[in-house]
């Protein structure tokens, strides 16, 4: 790790350049712009607290909250006051990411039991003019075990990656590719979560007979257990929304296939592409099996991706106009 940072380290910020250039009290306005989405995400989630039967732990979520905003404002505070303008931008960044993961994830929930029908039977007769279908993939998968079992440390690796590349880019000076990075991650999960409010879908976990040695084999994580939660919380809701019942819930689009989709692309030109480049490759077997998720919810992901990416790199180019 420590030959890692010191590789990452090479490449310095220019000299000369004034860190606290376009910023406000420590903060660039593409990274004001990220606080006020998070703000205004915590304030619907407040109010809609106060409207819904369910309830949110906020004694279990309050100190994780916390924590990411307190890291947002030591970068803020570096950024201004100390010459180390990578770990400001890596402290400001990650905060942000892992502020609105925190926040996105409550809304989610609050959105349970579903109001509309899924759309997972539909999703699963395009799988299967495809060619795709889940229970025999997962036979597939059995027949070498240990593959299988790695692609579940693969699947749970998806937010590590993400905080790889965050690393990379701070260290590198590269703020405007990580304030692209942020934005588009943020955008895509909003988009995720209206398309899966719209089109709520599960999965094919929950309508498939699981075979059970094939999963034992490779140690399933959407497992039977995990599909009768989901099918559960779709249907009867979620009663208390604490950090123990958080889990993966949204089916179509794959956002984990979304983050596999941004570790590759955001880790372009620096020294962790090719490992960011594997993952992201095995991270499609590792969604279809262990995410239990239809083909056509990659698909989805693959091309929302590619039209924030573009998106982001136009209204976030590397040189903003003054």
Partial sequence: MQTLVQTL?????????????????????????????ILCLLLA????????????DWAGFAP????????????????????????????VCFGIFTGFSAVIAIFIFQMFPFQRPTIDESLIGVDAMLGYDWPAFLHLLAQWPAFGQMLAWVYAAAIPQLVVVIVALAFQGRDRALHRFLWVGVLGMAVTVLIWHLLPSLGPSPFHDIPVEAAATIGLVVDADYASRLMHYATEGVPVIRPGVVIGVIAFPSFHMFMACMGLWFARGTV???????????????????????LSDLIASVFLFAALAVGAARLLPDHPKA
């Fill in 272 to 294: 962790v592409f090719p490992a960011m480049a594997l993952v992201s490759l095995l991270m499609i077997p590792a969604t279809l099996g262990h995410g239990g998720h239809h």
């Fill in 64 to 91: 994780a909250i916390a924590a990411t905003m307190a890291m947002v404002a030591l970068g803020a505070f570096i950024r201004a006051r100390r010459p180390m303008p990578q770990l400001a931008a890596f402290a």
């Fill in 9 to 37: 380290a090479r490449t310095k910020v220019k000299t000369g350049a004034n860190p606290m250039a376009g910023t406000t009290f420590g903060l660039y306005r593409a990274e004001i712009g990220l606080l006020a989405v």
């Fill in 45 to 56: 989630i407040v109010l809609r607290d106060m409207a819904l039967p369910s309830i949110v």
